[in-house]
T-cell receptor, first 113, second 115 residues
Framework: GNSVTQMEGPVTLSEEAFLTINCTYT??????LFWYVQYPGEGLQLLLK?????DKGSNKGFEATYRKETTSFHLEKGSVQVSDSAVYFC????????????FGKGTKLSVKP | KAGVTQTPRYLIKTRGQQVTLSCSPI?????VSWYQQTPGQGLQFLFE???????NKGNFPGRFSGRQFSNSRSEMNVSTLELGDSALYLC??????????????FGPGTRLTVT
């Protein structure tokens, strides 16, 4: 079946450090891939997306590349800020899924000044 | 454009009671999905409505139900509440349609506590 696996957290970094959050997926066909972010007490915000192999999604300094050969969609940022502290979710939509996004368990990121 | 709104934001109910949560999608969006978020199970899909019809349903008991109105607003209902129903309930709206991929935009959630 379709599934998403994210690296376990929490992840604690110092400000300006490099961030990588690993995400791999299992899916039939050609899913679309997403990263969502959830700040404390809030809903999920769409951070970036990629809809086909080799696409790179980017937003607010975050990037992720859709790698079909490794079934991965790792999230990266070159220099994190305290304001990036949140929970990050990798998700897939297997097309025609009719609203059913498959989410990873989430990775909590804490950035210290 | 206004985002997805959910009401109420917080609810405290007693075991055995029922509850109704409301979701207003982004204007022009015809699809509304509902998710349950808990620390143990993460984000789990409940159901999706498109043009007043339930198109997809997750693996939840029949105590969980929903509906969608002609203006795309949606409600979900949980009957005979159990302690394990305590969770953050999120709704998401999208343009919807058949096939393809449509970005989902989430509301702030309703925090339900069952005592």
């Amino acid at each position: 079946g379709n599934s998403v696996t994210q690296m376990e957290g929490p992840v604690t970094l110092s400000e300006e450090a490099f961030l990588t959050i690993n995400c791999t997926y299992t899916a039939t066909g050609y899913p679309s891939l997403f990263w969502y972010v959830q700040y404390p007490g809030e809903g999920l915000q769409l951070l970036l997306k990629a809809t086909k192999a080799d696409d790179k999604g980017s937003n607010k300094g975050f990037e992720a590349t859709y790698r079909k050969e490794t079934t991965s969609f790792h999230l990266e940022k070159g220099s994190v800020q305290v304001s990036d502290s949140a929970v990050y979710f990798c998700a897939l939509d297997y097309g025609g899924s009719q609203g059913n996004l498959i989410f990873g368990k989430g990775t909590k990121l804490s950035v210290k000044p | 454009k206004a985002g997805v709104t959910q009401t109420p934001r917080y609810l405290i109910k007693t075991r055995g009671q029922q509850v109704t949560l409301s979701c207003s999608p982004i204007s022009g969006h015809r699809s509304v999905s509902w998710y349950q978020q808990t620390p143990g199970q993460g984000l789990q899909f409940l159901f999706e409505y498109f043009s007043e019809t339930q198109r997809n349903k997750g693996n939840f008991p029949g105590r969980f139900s929903g509906r969608q109105f002609s203006n795309s607003r949606s409600e979900m209902n949980v009957s005979t509440l159990e302690l394990g129903d305590s969770a953050l309930y999120l709704c998401a709206s999208s343009l919807g349609g058949t096939g393809g991929t449509y970005e989902q935009y989430f509301g702030p959630g309703t925090r339900l506590t069952v005592t």
